[in-house]
């Protein structure tokens, strides 16, 4: 079983849907989450952390964590051609500082 | 604040050479994680260092080495190099206090022919 699991997609969506990416983990101790945008050629760019069950919304992305059920969600509201990207899903390691686990990264394309 | 910044951007090496990368963190920043990306593997974990000391390490061979200067700027040195070495090396930097946002720098693309 992989650390971090994600579907690798593509999800593709229209212009202005919701996209839901979703990702678990294996490590009930692990602590804080983080969710990157990866455009083709480029580095990770954080688009939320999340440490506390419940959700956590900032502008068009809200992220959702469940610790008992060891899963975390990213959900885009009026998904835009922009945000036409690979959505890392990473978990720090238990005891691991700051050692990040990631998952393969979900393709989101989203068509006009 | 200026961002996290790698060099060399890009950079060709032959088999059996050795390669050196920079990390330059966010300011204030003390702690600089390195991470390789490939398309087989995705991005893995190579090595932390805080305050001039190793903090973590991934599961790499011995031929991946870092070190960090004491103005937080981190090299990460990969000697007898392979052609599997070919990836993006990606460095993050955050405070330092662990389980903390970390940024990410453009990375350094190797291609060891």
């Known amino acids: 079983q992989k650390e971090v699991e994600q579907n690798s997609g593509p999800l593709s969506v229209p212009e202005g849907a919701i996209a839901s990416l979703n990702c678990t983990y294996s490590?009930?101790?692990?602590?804080?989450f983080f969710w990157y945008r990866q455009y083709s050629g480029k580095s990770p760019e954080l688009i939320m952390s999340?440490?506390?069950?419940g959700d956590k919304e900032d502008g068009r992305f809200t992220a959702q964590l469940n610790k008992a059920s060891q899963y975390v969600s990213l959900l885009i509201r009026d998904s835009q051609p922009s945000d036409s990207a690979t959505y890392l899903c990473?978990?720090?390691?238990?005891?691991?500082?700051?050692?990040?686990?990631f998952g393969a990264g979900t393709r989101l394309a989203v068509h006009p | 604040k200026a961002g996290v910044t790698q060099t060399p951007r890009y950079l060709i090496k032959t088999r059996g050479q050795q390669v050196t990368l920079s990390c330059s963190p966010i300011?204030?920043?003390?702690?600089v994680s390195w991470y390789q990306q490939t398309p087989g593997q995705g991005l893995q974990f190579l090595f932390e260092?805080?305050?001039?000391?190793?903090?973590n390490k991934g599961n790499f061979p011995g031929r991946f080495s870092g070190r960090q200067f004491s103005n937080s700027r981190s090299e990460m040195n990969v000697s007898t190099l392979e052609l599997g070495d070919s990836a993006l090396y990606l460095c993050?930097?955050?405070?330092?206090?662990?389980?903390?946002?970390?940024?990410f720098g453009p990375g350094t693309r190797l291609l060891v022919l």
């Open positions: 990473a978990v720090t390691a238990p005891g691991g500082y700051n050692k990040l686990i």
């Open positions: 260092y805080f305050s001039e000391t190793q903090r």
């Open positions: 300011s204030g920043h003390r702690s």
């Open positions: 993050a930097s955050s405070p330092g206090t662990g389980h903390e946002t970390q940024y």
């Open positions: 490590d009930r101790g692990s602590q804080s």
């Open positions: 999340i440490y506390s069950n």
